[in-house]
């Protein structure tokens, strides 16, 4: 029998290695990802989800590493090099298809999540809190939640905490107690997902922060960016690309303003010196300035007797 499972394992280390390899040699793009806390169901829901668009790959980091090393020996200068790095802790990879976005993978990773309890030990993410409202405790188990120091009463025979507890600072570790309170209060505080740590794409490595950027926040943010290169650059008196056109725009104000003053014109001047301004005013009808115009209630003041002998005297 241990000759049997020794032998299984030998022929799904070789299965293993072969999957592995075809799948670096035929996608060009994947995530790498931290699998920390994830359950083997959601790895399964994940699977599914991704069909057609996806291949999950997880196993263990010596044989990840020695399996890319065997490759480059064979594809001198490829650069699923850029990989090896990465390859630490519970790390696996999402390859992707030619027609599969990375956002939308991610979306369905991110989509994949379950509540999970919290454990023993387990280092918590984010800050957990229990709400005031019966419990579902007997009276006898009081002592229990004064020993965690959550203020309590009894309410219609049940235990009812009284106000919002802190029970868990995010990042310090869960304790047996928290563990026991939250399972006595069937709370599933905790949400894991798979963590995108790197984005591989046709031989570049990335942070999973680029997958933020949509064509509308690109072209925003070169907008703004441009803004900032034309006005130094107009500040310092240096023409550049981004500036020139700003600096033809004030000239042209520039010399409109000086036809203005004298007796010389061009064609680009002609529609602001034969402007008439009073032409605007008699346009607008006569109602709809009454109607735009606030209502001012005039407020009378009532004379404030200062009584007799005043500071001046009454003859002032």
């Known amino acids: 029998m241990p000759q049997r499972i020794k032998k299984d394992r030998k022929v799904a280390k070789k299965e293993y290695f072969i999957t592995m390899e075809r799948l670096i040699s035929t996608y060009s793009k994947f995530l790498i990802v931290n699998a ?23 196993g263990k980091n010596t044989m990840m590493r020695k399996i890319i090393s065997d490759y480059l020996q064979i594809h001198h200068g490829h650069p699923i090099a850029q990989v090896l790095p990465f390859i ?6 999402v390859f992707l298809s030619e027609t599969a976005s990375f956002d939308h993978v991610r979306t369905l990773i991110n989509e994949n999540s379950v509540p999970t309890a919290a454990r023993l030990g387990q280092i918590s993410p984010i800050d957990v809190y229990v709400e005031p409202g019966v419990t579902g405790c007997d009276p006898g188990q009081t002592s229990w939640f004064q020993a965690l120091s959550i203020a309590t ?24 107690s928290q ?12 949400q894991y997902v798979l963590k995108i740590e790197h984005v591989y794409d046709n031989g570049s490595v990335f942070s ?4 933020d950027y949509t064509n509308e926040k690109i072209a925003a943010d070169f907008q703004e960016t441009l803004a900032k290169v034309a006005a130094a650059s107009l500040e310092l ?3 550049t690309q981004a500036s020139v056109p700003h600096s033809i725009k ?30 605007v005013v008699a346009a607008a009808p ?30 002032w």
């Open 36 to 58: 920390d806390n994830i359950t083997s169901q959601q790895m399964q829901k994940l699977r599914f989800a991704l069909r057609g668009e996806g291949v999950v790959l997880m």
């Open 88 to 93: 630490r802790g519970n790390i696996g990879f």
């Open 153 to 176: 009463k009894i309410n219609k025979g049940q235990i009812e905490i009284v106000n919002r507890v802190h029970l868990i600072p995010a990042g310090s570790k869960v304790t047996e």
């Open 179 to 190: 563990a026991a309170l939250l399972k006595k209060l069937n709370l599933n505080p905790f």
């Open 208 to 211: 999973p922060a680029v997958l």
């Open 237 to 239: 008196g240096y023409p």
């Open 250 to 279: 004030n000239a042209l104000a520039k010399m409109i303003a000086v036809c203005l003053e004298v007796d010389y014109s061009f064609p680009k001047a002609e529609g602001y010196k034969n402007f008439d301004p009073s032409s």
């Open 286 to 315: 006569a109602a709809s300035a009454e109607a735009a115009a606030p209502v001012v209630e005039e407020k009378v003041e009532e004379p404030v007797d200062m009584g007799t002998g005043g500071m001046f005297g009454d003859d």
